[in-house]
């Protein structure tokens, strides 16, 4: 079955630090993979999504994530956090089938400190 | 451009009562989804319809649940008799059609059975 793990549940970093989140999918074909990032009392937005080509994409607010085919792995990435990527992010794979149908991560929680 | 729009923000009521969430998705966008989100399950998919037609509705927890799509523009999730263990977040996504278009989630409606 298609799957879709995030190793950590939380994350803590200070301002200023690199980021990276983890991302491993399990799927029989090339995937469509996405990153979200969803802040206290909202819904889930959109970050950065990989269909094809280039294996390293560039999303909003400063974020990357490269897709390693071999490592079933699309980690995402910012070089420098802001106190204000504080916020729960999840990772994404799909089409599963006919439709739209994603398959999330359980998510990380990313702590930032000052 | 207005987002998905899910109302009522907040609803607390008690158990034995119908609560009926509704959405309004992106105009354009072919499907719908609904999500439910607690701490001990993470981001569970209950429903989604594709041009107002139910897809797959395999995620619903129990026929206390029902969902409609009466037209383009509008659906509802009703719970009924609803109960302490439906308490959770509940989003509304819509997306277009099409091999790994990303999901637009709105707010969510925070839902608290007494």
């Known amino acids: 079955a298609q799957s879709v793990t995030q190793p950590d549940i939380h994350i803590t970093v200070s301002e200023g630090a690199s980021l990276e989140l983890r991302c491993n999918y399990s799927y029989g074909a090339t995937p469509y993979l996405f990153w979200y990032v969803q802040s206290p009392g909202q819904g889930l937005q959109l970050l950065l999504k990989y269909f094809s080509g280039d294996t390293l994409v560039q999303g909003i607010k400063g974020f990357e994530a490269e897709f390693k085919r071999s490592q079933s792995s699309f980690n995402l990435r910012k070089p420098s956090v802001h106190w204000s990527d504080a916020a729960e992010y999840f990772c994404?794979?799909?089409?599963?089938?006919?439709?739209?149908?994603?398959?999330f991560g359980a998510g990380t929680i990313l702590r930032v400190k000052s | 451009d207005a987002g998905v729009i899910q109302s009522p923000r907040h609803e607390v009521t008690e158990m034995g009562q119908e609560v009926t969430l509704r959405c309004k998705p992106i105009?354009?966008?072919?499907?719908l989804f609904w999500y439910r989100q607690t701490m001990m399950r993470g981001l569970e998919l209950l429903i989604y319809f594709n041009n107002n037609v139910p897809i797959d509705d395999s995620g619903m927890p129990e026929d206390r649940f029902s969902a409609k799509m009466p037209n383009a523009s509008f659906s509802t999730l009703k719970i009924q008799p609803s109960e302490p263990r439906d308490s959770a977040v509940y989003f509304c996504?819509?997306?277009?059609?099409?091999?790994?278009?990303?999901?637009?989630f709105g707010d969510g409606t925070r839902l608290s059975i007494l």
């Open positions: 996504a819509s997306s277009f059609a099409g091999w790994g278009q990303p999901q637009h």
């Open positions: 994404a794979v799909g089409p599963m089938e006919y439709g739209n149908k994603l398959v």
């Open positions: 105009s354009g966008h072919d499907y």
